[in-house]
């Protein structure tokens, strides 16, 4: 038995030993303002992301990814399936229109086959693994088989009993198709793709899975997850989810198909009856997803064994339909701008570098509306800070509040000053924050900008003539209480600048 068991293992190693893991992330075009192409692209460069998702097969997407070294998973979307799987021709077709015209510029490295079919289009069920074959047997015509591998995504729901992970198999009803598919993947060197979201099992758990073990935070040992059966000992619902998938598999003795997770990710905001969908816990699961891939730790029952991750989303994709959680999964909106900061100290290959330290200084909440207003007089004054994109049709003119200006330039003030220790005080009246206060086309200094590079925090020498206009009729013609000010203000701004 234990020599079985180490020649299975072997054998999964081979199938995926070869590659290290890697992240990826779904691109979904839900948005109302979907950046096009050229735009995603940037934005997937300037944060190093190497592999990515498409639902589909969009032409521009793909000529847009060309020669830039991007790994691609194309899709064929569930509504073009049954076409597919019921005529060969349509499939050569296919094949032909959206692959073979990319290949090999655009590096399209494997084809998704539907989406969920099982779970969410039964009725197409029948035709998925003649679809399948249809496709790969295009693929064989054109000598392509060995570079772009075909599957379909499963949900996890699709295995019972997933808890002990030794006792998971896939739905009985589903044996007629889940057979011949792995059949399929085996024969062709293929891997199975599952969706993999510890967000719902722990939403639907009743209580049952702990949030901190949903979210790869460290558990004390008596309260890990240990499978009777195999003595095996589980920190997180990602592994015990993956591992449930081999045990689905073997139970139908197949050993040696690899795993790649095509979902995995975790919503920043929804409604009343989702209080677990935070900035804090989306950041908290894919930083600590992210790690844990790029670790090559593998899972309990295949330690080592990279299993591949496709993080949902890149985008929040605000035109789905459904609950608030629906439009949150994305890591950056509209306009490239990150929902929130990855936490990734030590893994800087992906998602930009280590950027935990990214820090920024804003007015503190509450302060002294007088205070606040000298102190960012000071900024733009004797502090030298370059206050012009603070002016009226500037990009930081809006909000035109003491505290939205005061903020813009205590931040470009610290970041000149190289974030040093007692740089952002302003009397008391700035604090530090990791929350990038950018906003619209206002990119603060420090800020991962629109396209995902840093901005710099020297910003353009402004003309002198709009800055001391804009010293005159922003910072200093309103503010009575401080006509001595105002006068020193007029002055030095206009020294400043000259
Ligand atoms: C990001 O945008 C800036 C200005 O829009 C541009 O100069 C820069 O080349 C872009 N960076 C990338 C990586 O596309
Ligand atoms: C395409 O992706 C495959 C798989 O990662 C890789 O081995 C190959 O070198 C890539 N080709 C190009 C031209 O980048
Ligand atoms: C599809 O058609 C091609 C060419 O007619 C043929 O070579 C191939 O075997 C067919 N594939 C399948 C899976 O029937
Ligand atoms: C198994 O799949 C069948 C067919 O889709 C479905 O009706 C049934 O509810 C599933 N069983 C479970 C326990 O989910
Ligand atoms: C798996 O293999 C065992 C032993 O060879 C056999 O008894 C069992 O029927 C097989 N199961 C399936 C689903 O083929
Ligand atoms: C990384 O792997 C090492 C050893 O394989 C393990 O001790 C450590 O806990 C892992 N760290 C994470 C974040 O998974
Ligand atoms: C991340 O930062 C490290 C050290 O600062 C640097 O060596 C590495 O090249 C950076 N990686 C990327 C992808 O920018
Ligand atoms: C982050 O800041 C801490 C404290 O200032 C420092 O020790 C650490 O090296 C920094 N990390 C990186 C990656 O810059
Ligand atoms: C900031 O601007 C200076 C001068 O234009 C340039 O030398 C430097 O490389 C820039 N830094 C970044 C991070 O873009
Ligand atoms: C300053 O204003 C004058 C008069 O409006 C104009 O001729 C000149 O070009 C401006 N200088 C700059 C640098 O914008």
């Not at 054998?11 to 779904?26: K, P, T």
């Not at 050229?38 to 639902?55: G, N, P, S």
């Not at 195999?230 to 690899?258: C, E, K, Q, R, W």
Request: proline share 6%; charged share 10%.
């Amino acid at each position: 038995m234990g020599l079985l068991f180490f020649a299975l293992f072997l054998a999964v190693s081979a199938a995926s030993a070869d590659e290290d893991a890697f992240i990826g992330v779904n691109i979904g075009t839900a948005l109302s303002d979907m950046p096009n192409p050229t735009q995603v692209v940037a934005l997937l460069k300037a944060q190093q992301i190497h592999h990515v998702r498409l639902f589909d097969a969009d032409q521009a997407m793909l000529l847009a990814l060309a020669n830039t070294g991007i790994r691609v998973t194309i899709s064929v979307p569930n509504d073009q399936l049954l076409g597919i799987g019921q005529s060969n021709a349509t499939a050569v077709n296919w094949v032909s229109r959206n692959v073979l015209a990319h290949v090999p510029a655009t590096n399209i490295t494997a084809i998704a086959v539907g989406s969920e079919v099982l779970s969410t289009l039964p009725n197409a069920a029948p035709i998925l693994v003649s679809a399948m074959k249809f496709i790969h047997s295009a693929l064989v015509a054109s000598n392509l088989d060995s570079r772009i591998k075909v599957s379909t995504p499963h949900a996890s729901s699709l295995i019972l009993d997933s808890f002990p992970p030794s006792q998971a198999f896939f739905n009985r009803s589903w044996d007629p198709v889940m057979i011949p598919l792995l059949k399929f993947l085996q024969s062709t060197g293929s891997f199975v793709m599952l969706n993999v979201y510890p967000y719902y099992d722990y939403m639907q758990s009743n209580g049952v899975i702990a949030l901190d073990y949903a979210l790869f935070r460290p558990l004390s040992p008596n309260k890990e997850a240990v499978d009777p059966n195999t003595l095996l000992h589980y920190t997180n619902v990602f592994d015990a989810v993956v591992d449930a998938g081999y045990f689905a598999m073997s139970y139908l003795n197949f050993t040696n198909i690899p795993i790649i997770v095509t979902e995995s990710g975790w919503p920043s905001k929804g409604d009343s009856s989702e209080p677990d969908a935070t900035l804090d816990n989306a950041n908290t699961y894919n930083s600590n997803l992210i790690r844990h891939i790029f670790n090559n730790t593998g899972t309990p029952k295949h330690p080592g064994i990279a299993i591949s991750t496709y993080i949902y989303e890149l985008y929040n994709e605000d035109l789905r339909p459904g609950p608030i959680t629906e439009k949150n999964w994305g890591l950056f909106d509209a306009n490239g701008m990150p929902i929130y900061i990855l936490r990734l100290t030590g893994s800087g290959t992906v998602l930009s570098n280590d950027t935990t330290n990214q820090t920024f200084c804003v007015a503190r909440a509450g302060a002294d509306h007088k205070m606040l207003q000298a102190a960012l007089d000071w900024a733009c004054g004797p502090g030298k800070v370059d206050c012009s994109p603070l002016l009226q049709g500037q990009p930081c003119y809006e909000p035109d509040t003491i505290a939205a200006h005061a903020s813009y330039a205590f931040d470009t003030y610290y970041h000149r000053m190289a974030m040093g220790d007692g740089t952002c005080n302003f009397n008391g009246v700035a604090t530090v924050t990791t929350t990038d206060p950018s906003h619209g086309s206002c990119i603060f200094p420090g800020s991962v900008g629109r396209n995902g590079t840093f901005t710099n925090s020297t910003l353009p020498i402004p003309s002198s003539n709009s800055t001391v206009s804009g010293c005159h009729s922003r910072y200093f013609g309103s503010s009575d209480a401080f006509t001595t000010l105002v006068v020193l203000g007029v002055l030095l701004c206009g020294v400043t600048f000259l």
